[in-house]
């Protein structure tokens, strides 16, 4: 990771929220957003810090979704590091996707 640029503010939680929205799931073909995976950015200073599940404990994407994430973050500028916590406090569940990703999956 590169140093950010001097002269750019750092991004704020919306504008990274923004970013993650293209981190797709691949097992499902839906963005971690719309599924709900993410459950908070934050930025502190150079450093953003997200948290974030998967839709199994045992899910055998989560490393590969935390290093997209990370990918994520850094291409859109202004960032040092990226820290993710992979968590599954809370659990996740259906309810916590969007209408869009409920309606792509089939699901009501």
Same mark, same amino acid.
């Not at 200073?45 to 810090?49: I, N, Q, Y």
């Given at each position: 990771m590169g140093e950010p640029d001097p002269g750019s503010e750092a =991004?704020? @939680?919306a504008a990274i929220l923004e970013r993650l929205r293209g981190v797709i799931d691949p097992e499902l073909g839906v963005g971690i957003v719309d599924l709900g995976l993410v459950y908070g950015v934050q930025v502190c200073? =150079? $450093? $953003?810090?997200v948290r974030m599940t998967t839709t199994t404990p045992a899910c055998p994407i989560g490393e590969y979704l935390a290093g997209a994430v990370r990918q994520a973050v850094v291409e859109g500028g202004g960032v040092l590091g990226v820290d993710v916590?992979?968590?599954h406090e809370p659990r996740?569940? @259906?309810d916590a996707m969007s209408k869009a990703a409920k309606a792509r999956l089939g699901w009501r």
């Open positions: =991004p704020d @939680p200073g =150079p $450093v $953003v810090r916590q992979l968590t996740w569940s @259906p």
